[in-house]
């Protein structure tokens, strides 16, 4: 069964304080519905019209688990901490295998 992921890319950061209550509220909500975080931060090469800010990388075991953990009310109540904290790209993409 093809594993299932979440992108982000971060275009930038408004609110810090945000963007620290979320991560802390989304690691547990991701952490539950089984979640691995593989990308969080860390040096980045964009190249085209890609942007060299946070990116993060976190894989499920399916698609479908990474459409729930999204859905989930955990990662609702992490998405309303962050509020207007962000401008980023988020997009839940399916593995190959």
Not at 10 to 13: G, N, P, V
């Given at each position: ?8 890319v971060?275009?930038?950061?408004a ?22 975080v ?8 964009a190249?085209?019209a890609g ?27 992490a998405?309303?901490a962050?509020?207007?904290?962000v ?6 993409v399916?593995?190959?295998?």
């Open positions: 069964m093809p594993k299932g992921y979440w992108v982000s971060y275009r930038s950061i609110d810090p304080e945000k963007l620290a209550a979320y991560n802390e509220l989304a690691r547990a909500a991701v952490e539950a519905q089984g979640g691995r593989l990308v969080r931060g860390g040096r980045v090469v190249h085209d942007i060299a800010e946070r990116t993060v990388l976190i894989e499920f075991d399916s698609f479908e688990q990474a459409v729930a953990a999204r859905e989930s009310a955990a990662y609702q109540e998405l309303a962050l509020s207007d904290g401008e980023r790209d988020f997009r839940i399916e593995g190959i295998d």
